[in-house]
């Protein structure tokens, strides 16, 4: 079965908290899933008879470490701005709902109770284990509970975690040079996920490749990673994958003409691709554009639990890099959990109403709620249909579930800076100068005539006398 292209395409790297990861390496071996039991994951080896032999995944660095007892003093930007606290208030909290993150694991930390070990394929440790710290980073804005001291909470705090650890950026290859994960294994843990009865499935990573290749039916890891999200979405699981960053190798997209292609958000149909935006509303540089996306979420200067092995508080900057430089928490890999949440809150709602939504309904109910950029019908290709509105998205009526189609999109008017303005003062000075023109000609008309009859009377009366 080949590719869907609807909106854009790219390739799968992963902007991982201590590092970068490139998920384009050999792809390992396909495991047959059985509907009874969930297939495991690949061990991180190569095995067989090849030319390089059966050599395993070393650990390259070691592993993220936390700082115990860190913490802020306010809330998150982030949480100020979607307000999704007052969807707390009416009991929408995620409970009941599962939400997959497929990442680099997920670190034991105490303001995150409700995470499943959802399995490896990374050598050391299972899925509780995360040694580059960037799968606990976005399990926190997912799910975290509330801190004490800055009110900080994750989007959806009583959903369930499941934690799928399915690459890291510190186990390389040394003869290939190549990390563990590539689109093969992403589309084993999507099919784990949804065997293990995730609602949501979390990807906070993405595969960078040209067009050519993402539309390439013949590659084999990228025509499973299509199934998986397919499959996924028919079964009414909400797939959200972060729409990549230039800082991790993605070739940044001219407007109307994508090179590079985004996966899994080159499967538009079947992927709610989130875009990244900064404290004021702007799209981040970083972010990379593409018809693929569709919405927007805070990816900036973001707050959530300390990612590192042994981390009790709360982190605004993390270690990057082989030197350990601080940097702020950003990046779009950041800003898909917030989505993710959000679905899980939507799919809560609903069934609590009594009227389930399916993964298409879910998608498009925080689609058309998202505060619109502007452009063609209220979209374009750097954030989407813009930044999601979680209060809208669990409130606001959306047509297209009660059966009624949506209105056609009205023509925009064009910009007054755009439209040719009267130049008034002009006008009203040309008007003026053609009045006083008449007026002056009628005068003088006036005048020729008068002395015309003056000079007429003024010679008859010398006649006459």
Avoid at 168 to 176: A, G, I, K, N, P
Avoid at 243 to 264: H, I, K, M, R, W
Avoid at 280 to 292: D, Y
Wanted: net charge negative.
């Amino acid at each position: 079965m080949g590719f869907t292209f609807r909106r854009g395409t790219r390739a799968l790297a992963l902007s991982a908290a201590a590092g970068t990861l490139l998920l384009v390496g050999p792809a390992l071996p396909a495991t047959a899933q059985t509907s009874d039991e969930p297939p495991p994951l690949n061990p991180a080896e190569r095995t067989g008879d090849g030319p390089l032999g059966p050599i395993p995944y070393p650990q390259q660095q070691g592993c993220m470490r936390g700082s115990p007892g860190g913490s802020v003093e306010e809330k998150s930007w982030a949480q100020r701005v979607l307000g999704f606290e007052r969807a707390h208030e009416q009991g929408l909290t995620g409970s009941g709902t599962k939400v997959a993150v497929i990442d680099t694991g997920v670190n034991e930390h105490p303001l995150l109770p409700r995470v499943q070990d959802g399995s490896s394929s990374v050598p050391k440790g299972g899925a509780l284990e995360d040694c580059d710290g960037h799968g606990t980073i976005v399990a926190g804005i997912i799910g975290a509970q509330q801190d004490s001291t800055s009110g900080n909470i994750g989007i959806a705090p009583d959903t369930e975690i499941l934690s799928i650890r399915q690459s890291s950026s510190l186990f390389v290859d040394e003869e290939t040079n190549q990390p563990i994960g590539n689109t093969q294994t992403m589309a084993q843990s999507i099919n784990r996920a949804v065997t293990m009865g995730a609602d949501v499935v979390n990807i906070s990573q993405s595969s960078c490749q040209e067009i050519a290749r993402a539309s390439n039916p013949a590659d084999s890891g990228n025509q499973q990673l299509h199934n998986a999200v397919r499959d996924a979405h028919e079964q009414g699981v909400v797939v959200v994958a972060a729409a990549g960053n230039t800082e991790d190798a993605c070739q940044q997209n001219a407007a109307g003409s994508p090179s590079t292609a985004v996966l899994p958000a080159w499967f538009d149909d079947y992927v709610l691709t989130v875009a990244a935006t900064n404290e004021k509303g702007a799209p981040s540089e970083f972010s990379v554009a593409g018809p693929w996306v569709d919405v927007a979420a805070p990816g900036e200067n973001l707050t959530t639990v300390d990612p590192g092995s042994g981390g009790t508080g709360l982190a605004t900057q993390i270690a990057t890099g082989e030197q350990g430089e601080m940097s702020p928490i950003q990046g779009t890999s950041f800003a898909a959990p917030y989505v993710s949440g959000l679905a899980a809150l939507i799919k809560q709602k609903a069934e609590r109403d009594g009227a389930p939504l399916d993964a298409e309904q879910i998608m498009e109910r925080i689609k058309k709620t998202s505060l619109p950029p502007g452009g063609i019908n209220g979209e374009n290709n750097v954030v989407g249909a813009g930044m999601i509105d979680p209060e809208a998205a669990l409130g606001d009526v959306v047509p297209a579930e009660h059966g009624v189609a949506e209105a056609p999109p009205q023509p925009k008017p064009l910009r007054a800076d755009v439209i040719p303005q009267p130049d008034y003062p002009a006008l009203i000075v040309a008007i003026g100068g053609t009045g006083a023109g008449i007026a002056a000609i009628v005068f003088i008309a006036f005048l020729v005539n008068a002395m015309r009859n003056i000079r007429r009377r003024a010679a008859g009366g010398g006649s006459d006398s």
